[in-house]
T-cell receptor, first 119, second 114 residues
């Protein structure tokens, strides 16, 4: 079946512009995560959606970052007034959240990422 | 603070030789533990995971990992590496109370010599 897809695969923007990054999770997955991978900070959590619950925004680095998940499916990560330090690969992952059989978190399946370059 | 540490940034290994990647975690209680691999231009793929029970877990691509509570470690091993194992490997941890969001180590880049 189809995996997690992200678009665009690459985005080059000028400092100060807004960007939107899209994630299409695996159908039926209730949990959706955004992570960022950069040279300086490694792989870091940004935000987490679970069903209809309020998102966990604890990893967002500033109020320029926001995300929404519409209809429990597609998610958009928005970065306003981009800065050069926002340059990174933004990764989206989805999962079924919890595996009763394994008594542990279900596997997070990652998309290919969006490489953002801020000039 | 909760953290995952991978002490080795780079490891070079000859094809056919064994490989061990180190991972240590710092959590109040034992978290769920994972190893992911990221090949050049590819997304992150789960190799294996540990939740509880048998401390030696088997994964895909011939990898295994051993959980040692006394050392707060979850080291990844492979008896005989193939050139296709050249990639970056990430250890990660999660706890249910935090929504199972992953905390990653800094990664270990593995180079395979012919």
């Amino acid at each position: 079946g189809a995996g997690v897809s992200q678009s665009p695969s690459n985005k080059v923007t000028e400092k100060g512009k807004d960007v939107e990054l899209r994630c299409d999770p695996i159908s039926g997955h209730t949990a959706l995560y955004w992570y960022r991978q950069s040279l300086g900070q490694g792989l870091e959590f940004l935000i987490y959606f679970q069903g209809n619950s309020a998102p966990d925004k604890s990893g967002l680095p500033s109020d320029r970052f926001s995300a929404e998940r519409t209809g429990g499916s597609v998610s958009t990560l928005t970065i306003q007034r981009t800065q050069q330090e926002d340059s990174a690969v933004y990764l989206c992952a989805s999962s079924s959240s919890w595996s009763e059989r394994e008594r542990g978190p279900d596997t997070q399946y990652f998309g290919p990422g969006t490489r953002l370059t801020v000039l | 603070a909760q953290s995952v540490t991978q002490p080795d940034i780079h490891i070079t290994v000859s094809e056919g030789a064994s490989l061990e990647l180190r991972c240590n975690y710092s959590y109040g209680a034992t978290p769920y533990l994972f190893w992911y691999v990221q090949s050049p231009g590819q997304g992150l793929q789960l190799l294996l995971k540990y939740f509880s029970g048998d401390t030696l877990v088997q994964g895909i691509k011939g990898f295994e990992a051993e959980f040692k509570r006394s050392q707060s470690s979850f080291n990844l091993r492979k008896p005989s590496v193939h050139w296709s194992d050249a990639a970056e490997y990430f250890c990660a941890a999660a706890i249910k109370a935090a929504g199972n969001k992953l905390t990653f180590g800094g990664g270990t880049r593995v180079l395979v010599k012919p």
